[in-house]
């Protein structure tokens, strides 16, 4: 069973950075589909970022944060600069994509392992 595990949320201000990661362990990262989403009170959940051969981005983190693997760790990572408080959210990590020809669509529903999450508060 793969299980998700995120870690590197926290508080900090506006303009602040902060670096997610998440190890997959008994799953084989290398060119696979996986991927950050989150979720803020109050709206739907919202796929951050993708990455299977390359990286696509939501509109509203493009130029701010970027995803990255370490295959051999079975890792992946967020690094989030540049942080606005509209980022406040819980962030999840995200593999198994059941259509991998799809990845970039960055739709959820198409993800079968999840993380718990890890929350990112973004705050003066």
């Known amino acids: 069973q793969v299980q998700p595990v995120e870690s590197g949320g926290g508080s900090v201000q506006p303009g602040g950075t902060l670096r997610l990661s998440c190890v997959l362990s008994?799953?084989?990262?290398?060119?696979?589909?996986v991927g950050w989403f989150r979720q803020a009170p109050g709206k739907e959940r919202e796929g951050v970022a993708v990455?299977?051969?390359?990286?696509s981005y939501a509109d509203s983190v493009k130029g701010r944060f970027t995803i990255s693997r370490d295959d051999a760790k079975n890792t992946l990572y967020l690094q989030m600069n540049s942080l606005r408080p509209e980022d406040t959210a819980i962030y999840y990590c995200?593999?198994?994509?059941?259509?991998?020809?799809?990845?970039?669509?960055?739709?959820?529903?198409?993800?079968?392992?999840w993380g718990q999450g890890t929350q990112v508060t973004v705050s003066s």
């Open positions: 995200a593999a198994g994509h059941k259509v991998p020809q799809w990845c970039h669509s960055r739709r959820g529903d198409l993800f079968q392992y």
């Open positions: 008994g799953y084989a990262t290398t060119s696979a589909c």
């Open positions: 990455i299977d051969v390359g990286p």
